[in-house]
């Protein structure tokens, strides 16, 4: 068992449709640490039907998040952000425990990996459109940049975390939803981002329960309705793809 602060960010299940799930087959993918040998854990070796799944939650999220404004989106994202930075020392060790990357670079691609969604979530305030002059004066011709539906993401292990957030960063930020397949040497860096989003969730239903238990209207109140969008549309495996969807 890797020796991490927060062990609740460490999963051996996929994220799919809101819940840890092992695969349809029963199936699993052993992972090692390539520096020792040493058996990290398992993961749940998907397929087509899991993947299905995945693009049809992801889809039956779509209308919701893209609804959303970029301000709303960005909360979130920069959330996610925060997130990730908090728990650097444990996302780097996992990372390194799997890929065999120095600590220190782990460290710092995480940071880097965060940034990606500081940056993303500014930019997609800023998704302007164009007014181009027309070819007649009877024509208006206008431009609107707008979601175009469900984003797959396949991404390598010599980035785990930085190419995973650098992708869903600027998906989700346009206000599409997400769903990711991480490679099979580290599958464990992606859960562990996709068990952070999860946890804007949690933190802010908390707050939320306690407002509508009151009868009174809170910031915390109007963001856990964004966060269930938001967490419709990530999700991370090993096999095959995955999305997250709440229940």
């Known amino acids: 068992m890797l020796n991490i602060k927060d062990i609740g960010i460490f999963h051996q299940q996929c994220f799919i449709d809101g819940g840890w799930l092992d695969a349809d087959s029963g199936e699993s993918i ?27 939650a992801a889809n039956a999220a779509l209308p919701g998040w893209r609804a959303k404004t970029a301000g709303e989106r960005a909360k979130l994202l920069r959330r996610w952000h925060e997130l990730m930075l908090t728990h650097q020392d444990d996302l780097a060790l996992i990372m390194t425990s799997e890929q065999g990357k120095p600590l220190a670079e782990a460290k710092g691609e ?108 809170t910031p915390a109140l109007e963001r856990i309705i964004e966060a269930n969008t938001y967490l419709s549309g990530v999700g991370f495996e090993s096999g095959g793809l995955a999305a997250a969807h709440p229940r």
């Open 110 to 217: 995480i940071a880097y990996a965060a940034s990606y969604l500081e940056w993303f979530a500014e930019e997609g305030r800023r998704a302007y459109g164009e007014i181009i002059p027309p070819n007649g004066p009877d024509r208006r011709l206008l431009v609107t940049r707008e979601p175009v539906g469900v984003c797959a993401a396949i991404t390598p292990w010599n980035f785990p975390a930085a190419m995973i957030t650098r992708k869903a960063g600027a998906a989700l930020a346009a206000g599409c939803t997400m769903i990711a397949k991480p490679a099979t040497q580290t599958p464990f860096s992606a859960l562990a981002l996709a068990e952070l989003c999860y946890n804007t969730l949690v933190e802010e239903g908390e707050k939320a329960m306690l407002a509508a238990e009151q009868h009174v209207v």
């Open 30 to 56: 052993v992972i090692r640490n390539p520096a020792t040998g040493e058996t990290l854990g398992t993961v749940p070796k998907m397929g087509a039907a899991e993947t299905r799944r995945a693009i049809d």
